[in-house]
Every structure is written in structure tokens, then in C-alpha cells.
């Protein structure tokens, strides 16, 4: 049974057992002065000594409810408050947002992206993307620092050691058992050791703004 339930059942209990008690003494009395239990000898008891009655009804309501009060707040004092679960505020975008209007605005990269390049010659996208790549890897070199996972050149034999973290190597090939493995480095990976995005105050939704010349 919950705590909760059981906290609430011990004074409902103590109560029903002083009703029965008032009832009992009730009658007890009412069979002492007049030999039986009914309504008339009830009446009549009543009549004799209304104080008496009352008295033997009403204490063991009183002392019930003064012992169900005291179990109620010794249940509620050993209760222990859980705060509810905290809940993770969301990832804001705002830093994304503004690594690609950096990248938009040194690279044009947003421009390029939305552009529909099925029309154009191989040559014509690739003089279009040496800018590009210029503008962008300008931006990542100044703002983001980058370091390899794995510092080793592409082609090199690695071993994975057992514990390895599935976000930083993904494996491919032949993956049979358990490790360590022995493989050949297909990719070192990157990871970002350190960021520095400029704060704005500016709508970080806004990632070109619009531009008009006035004539």
C-alpha cells in the first residue's frame, strides 16, 4: 500500500473504532438502568441524565479525533518532500544561427546552397566554389578551433581499444566480436575544441539581411 494511502487509512480507523465505543458505552448505560437496549430505555436514559449520555458519547469521538490529528502530523512529518524532475531547458539555436550567417556573409555559402546548380558546366561551379571555400574556411579558422579524433593520417593502422565512445569513431567493414580492433583510418574525424562566436544583439533568425540600393 503507498505511504500516502496508509497515512490516510490509520486516522479513518481510529475514528470508526471511537464510534463504536460511544456507541457501546451508550448502550452499556442504557441496559444498566433500565435492563435492555432500545429506543425507549434510550429515551429514557436521556431523560435521567443527559450529561451522562453525552459524555459517554462524545469522549471517545474527542479522545479519536486528538489521536487521529497526532498520527496525521507524525505521517505528514516523516514525509519527504521529492522535487519534481527539473526539466532540461532547450537547446537554443541562436549560435548555430549565427555560425552560418558568418559563413553566409564571408562565403556566401547560404547563396550557394539554395542556388539550383543543375545548369551550370563543372567549371563554372568550381570557379563559384573557390570562393566560397575561401570565405568559409576564413570563418572556421577564425571562430572555430578544430582538432582531429584521431591524430593520425588517413591510411594509418589504429587499434580501438575496448570503452571506445560511438559518437567519436564509427566503425565500418567486417565488424565481428568485440574489441579492441585493429583497422586502417579512413577518416581521422574532427572535434571542436573551442569556439568563439560573436554575441549579437540583432534577431539571430536574421541570417543575410536583405539588401537595397538606393538610386
Known amino acids: 500500500m503507498p505511504e500516502s494511502s496508509r497515512g490516510g487509512f490509520a486516522p479513518a480507523v481510529i475514528l470508526l473504532v471511537a464510534l463504536v465505543l460511544a456507541v457501546g458505552d451508550v448502550a452499556v448505560f442504557a441496559r444498566a438502568g433500565h435492563g435492555d437496549v432500545s429506543l425507549d430505555s434510550l429515551v429514557a436514559a436521556w431523560n435521567e441524565c443527559w450529561g451522562c449520555v453525552v459524555f459517554l458519547a462524545a469522549a471517545p469521538l474527542v479522545v479519536a479525533t486528538l489521536a487521529a490529528v497526532l498520527s496525521e502530523g507524525r505521517s505528514r512529518a516523516g514525509e519527504v518532500a521529492i522535487p519534481a524532475a527539473a526539466t532540461p531547458p532547450a537547446p537554443s539555436p541562436d549560435a548555430a544561427l549565427r555560425l552560418l550567417g558568418l559563413l553566409q556573409h564571408e562565403g556566401r555559402l547560404i547563396d550557394f546552397l539554395e542556388e539550383d546548380i543543375a545548369g551550370y558546366s563543372d567549371m563554372q561551379i568550381g570557379a563559384a566554389v573557390r570562393s566560397i571555400h575561401e570565405g568559409c574556411r576564413k570563418v572556421l579558422r577564425e571562430r572555430i578551433t578544430l582538432e582531429r579524433v584521431i591524430d593520425r593520417e588517413d591510411g594509418a593502422s589504429v587499434d580501438v581499444a575496448a570503452g571506445f565512445d ?38 539571430p533568425t536574421i541570417l543575410a539581411p536583405a539588401e537595397v540600393e538606393i538610386a
Open 166 to 203: 560511438p559518437a567519436a569513431i564509427r566503425l565500418t567493414g567486417n565488424v565481428t566480436g568485440t574489441p579492441p580492433f585493429r583497422g586502417t583510418l579512413q577518416h581521422a574525424g574532427w572535434r571542436a575544441a573551442k569556439a568563439n562566436l560573436p554575441q549579437s544583439s540583432t534577431d
